[in-house]
C-alpha cells in the first residue's frame, strides 16, 4: 500500500508539472498542454500495481495534479472541469491496465471522450464561454486525448518492461 502511494503522489507532481510545461491559449480562455501523457501513463502505471484499486487512485492523483496546474497557472476558474475530466481520463486509463487488445483500446478512447464530453458540457454552461468556445475547444481537447492516449500508453509499455512496475 505505502507503494501505491507514493506512486500516486508523484503522479499528481507530474501530471501538474507536464499540465505547466507546454501551454497554447486556447479560444475560452483555456490551453492546450500534454499532461494529458501524464494522465493516461499515470493511470496506467497505477492500474497495473493495483489493479483492484487503481483507478480510484488514478482518479485522485490525475485530477488534482491537473486541478492544481490549473490553479498555479492561473485559470482556477478550470479547476473543478479539470479535476472531473483528468480524473476520469486517468481512472478508465487504470482500468484499461489490466486489459488487452481491443479492449484496452476501447477504455483508453472512452477516457480521452470522458475528458472532452466534461470539458465540453462546463464550458458550454460557463457565462463567458458559452456553446461557441466550448465547440471552438473541441478539436483542441480530440488532439490532446489522442497524443495523451498514445503517448501514456508507449511510456507505461516501456516502463512496464523494466520490470519496475
Known amino acids: 500500500m505505502k507503494n501505491i502511494?507514493?506512486?500516486?503522489?508523484?503522479?499528481?507532481?507530474?501530471?501538474?508539472?507536464?499540465?505547466?510545461?507546454?501551454?497554447?491559449?486556447?479560444?475560452?480562455?483555456?490551453?492546450?498542454?500534454?499532461?494529458?501523457?501524464?494522465?493516461?501513463?499515470?493511470?496506467?502505471?497505477?492500474?497495473?500495481?493495483?489493479?483492484?484499486?487503481?483507478?480510484?487512485?488514478?482518479?485522485a492523483a490525475c485530477?488534482?495534479?491537473?486541478?492544481?496546474?490549473?490553479?498555479?497557472?492561473?485559470?482556477?476558474?478550470?479547476?473543478?472541469?479539470?479535476?472531473?475530466?483528468?480524473?476520469?481520463?486517468?481512472?478508465?486509463a487504470a482500468v484499461a491496465a489490466n486489459r488487452t487488445g481491443a479492449t484496452q483500446y476501447a477504455m483508453l478512447t472512452l477516457?480521452?471522450?470522458?475528458?472532452?464530453?466534461?470539458?465540453?458540457i462546463g464550458e458550454m454552461l460557463m457565462p463567458n464561454i458559452g456553446l461557441q468556445g466550448a465547440a471552438a475547444e473541441i478539436l483542441a481537447n480530440v488532439i490532446q486525448a489522442v497524443g495523451g492516449a498514445v503517448g501514456g500508453f508507449f511510456a507505461a509499455k516501456a516502463l512496464r518492461k523494466t520490470g519496475m512496475i
Not at 507546454?22 to 502505471?45: M, Q
Not at 495534479?65 to 497557472?73: N, Q
Open 5 to 59: 502511494r507514493i506512486a500516486a503522489l508523484s503522479i499528481t507532481a507530474l501530471a501538474c508539472l507536464t499540465t505547466l510545461f507546454v501551454r497554447i491559449p486556447l479560444p475560452s480562455r483555456g490551453y492546450f498542454n500534454v499532461g494529458d501523457v501524464a494522465v493516461v501513463f499515470g493511470g496506467l502505471v497505477l492500474g497495473f500495481m493495483n489493479p483492484r484499486q487503481g483507478a480510484l487512485w488514478a482518479l
Open 63 to 92: 485530477g488534482v495534479g491537473s486541478a492544481l496546474a490549473d490553479i498555479l497557472g492561473g485559470f482556477a476558474v478550470f479547476a473543478p472541469l479539470t479535476f472531473l475530466a483528468k480524473g476520469a481520463e486517468g481512472a478508465l
Open 111 to 120: 477516457g480521452g471522450l470522458a475528458m472532452i464530453a466534461v470539458y465540453f
